[in-house]
T-cell receptor, first 115, second 116 residues
Framework: DAGVIQSPRHEVTEMGQEVTLRCKPI?????LFWYRQTMMRGLELLIY????????DSGMPEDRFSAKMPNASFSTLKIQPSEPRDSAVYFC?????????????FGPGTRLTVT | AQSVTQLDSQVPVFEEAPVELRCNYS??????LFWYVQYPNQGLQLLLK??????LVESINGFEAEFNKSQTSFHLRKPSVHISDTAEYFC??????????????FGTGTQLKVEL
């Protein structure tokens, strides 16, 4: 399997612009998680989906952030408008209860820089 | 709510020396514990996990961790580190979520730097 795929790997944008991060989970995985990693706050869970349905978005920092999962093989995390404090590495992870119970498989991350 | 504390943000060690990375957790229910490793510019990879049974768990590359319920700890150890072990290590605790899955709460990470 190709693992969790994220794109782009690097994104540089100006403050105020819209940013869309993309994730393709491992085929057959029921759960998809979005995390943000910063030096100050470490690794934070932003939102997770089960069977394409958002279950808990309490980690989303504010209304500028939104996430969707239109089908089992694709999810987006959108920031509009972006701000310099959004600069971070954003990870997507997926998991499948059962065969690999409790294990989450992480993508390589998207490094976002907002200037 | 569950939480994880990694007291050491950085641990420098010489190659072939032993190392211990500390992790303490807080949970009011049964816990499942994990160590993930992050190499530079990569995502996190599962290193080892404790779900139940033997309190000592091992990874394929020589790391081990021991679940200690009375001390609420899950410290990671390796008797002899290699330069390739240089990475950031995250301890995590899981909690059940609807649908039978789990979500992870991570510690702030410990940067292990192995020097020659």
């Amino acid at each position: 399997d190709a693992g969790v795929i994220q794109s782009p790997r690097h994104e540089v944008t100006e403050m105020g612009q819209e940013v869309t991060l993309r994730c393709k989970p491992i085929s057959g995985h029921d759960y998809l998680f979005w995390y943000r990693q910063t030096m100050m706050r470490g690794l934070e869970l932003l939102i997770y989906f089960n069977n394409n349905v958002p279950i808990d978005d309490s980690g989303m920092p504010e209304d500028r952030f939104s996430a969707k999962m239109p089908n089992a093989s694709f999810s987006t995390l959108k920031i509009q408008p972006s701000e310099p404090r959004d600069s971070a590495v954003y990870f997507c992870a997926s998991s499948k209860p059962g065969l690999a119970i409790y294990e989450q498989y992480f993508g390589p991350g998207t490094r976002l820089t907002v200037t | 709510a569950q939480s994880v504390t990694q007291l050491d943000s950085q641990v420098p060690v010489f190659e072939e020396a032993p190392v211990e990375l500390r992790c303490n957790y807080s949970s009011s229910v049964s816990v499942y514990l994990f160590w993930y490793v992050q190499y530079p510019n990569q995502g996190l990879q599962l290193l080892l996990k404790y779900l139940s049974g033997s309190t000592l768990v091992e990874s394929i590359n020589g790391f081990e961790a021991e679940f200690n319920k009375s001390q609420t700890s899950f410290h990671l150890r390796k008797p002899s580190v290699h330069i390739s072990d240089t990475a950031e290590y995250f301890c995590a605790v899981s909690e059940s979520i609807p649908g039978g899955g789990n979500k992870l709460t991570f510690g702030t990470g410990t940067q292990l730097k192995v020097e020659l």
